[in-house]
Antibody
């Protein structure tokens, strides 16, 4: 069964840091481009970041609101992608989904709450 | 950045109705356009990719069309399980951008 499973969500104070993980199974993870997409409470979907596979350079792209604060990475030996989130703001509060943005199902999401 | 304008933001409709949702891109995106369905508390589910290709397992009452800047998602005969929010997504260039969503509700 193809799966993406996120972990690492939680409550953090403004200015704090958190790292999300996304473990893939049931498919060849090393071939996949991985994106993070978030959804603030009651709002629409917002693309956050993407990492290409190593064959395509392993390069990364970011949305403007998170650039220079968030870092996406991958460890293909663990079939896992990461989202390191620093200098968190209240407006980063959201459910964060891991996805290939292709024909594989999304993860179930990880809730990140930034609050004092 | 490419802006995706989706309409309508919401619609009230009845079982069996034909539903049409549109997305307009601020510049040409060829056919780099996907459609997603999301139900409350669940992850989005891919319905249509590359503007008009039906994802495996998705009922044939869903269809997509368009290229360039104008795209349409059509549900030919609305079923109870289709009440949800629908989003378009352009994957032509980064930052990838979603439409604002269309909530399909029961009349």
């Amino acid at each position: 069964e193809v799966q993406l499973v996120e972990s690492g969500g939680g409550l953090v104070k403004p200015g704090g840091s958190l790292r999300l993980s996304c473990e893939g199974s049931g498919f060849i993870f090393t071939n996949a481009w991985i994106s993070w997409v978030r959804q603030a409470p009651g709002k629409g979907l917002e693309w956050v970041a993407r990492v290409r596979n190593k064959r395509d350079g392993g390069t990364t792209d970011y949305a403007a609101p998170v650039k220079d604060r968030f870092t996406i990475s991958r460890d293909d030996s663990r079939d896992t992608a990461y989202l390191q989130m620093n200098s968190l703001k209240i407006e980063d509060t959201a459910v964060y989904y891991c996805t290939t943005l292709g024909r594989k199902p999304w993860g179930q999401g990880a809730l990140v709450t930034v609050s004092s | 950045d490419i802006q995706m304008t989706q309409s309508p933001p919401s619609l009230s409709t009845s079982l069996g109705d034909r539903v049409t949702i549109t997305c307009r891109a601020s510049q040409s995106i060829s056919t780099y356009l996907d459609w997603y369905q999301q139900k409350p508390g669940k992850a989005p589910k891919l319905l249509i990719y590359a503007a008009s290709d039906l994802q495996s397992g998705v009922p044939s009452r869903f269809s997509g069309s368009g290229s360039g800047t104008d795209f349409t998602l059509t549900i030919s005969s609305l079923q109870p399980e289709d009440f949800a929010t629908y989003y378009c997504l352009q994957t032509y260039s980064t930052p990838l951008t979603f439409g604002g969503g269309t909530k399909v509700e029961i009349k």
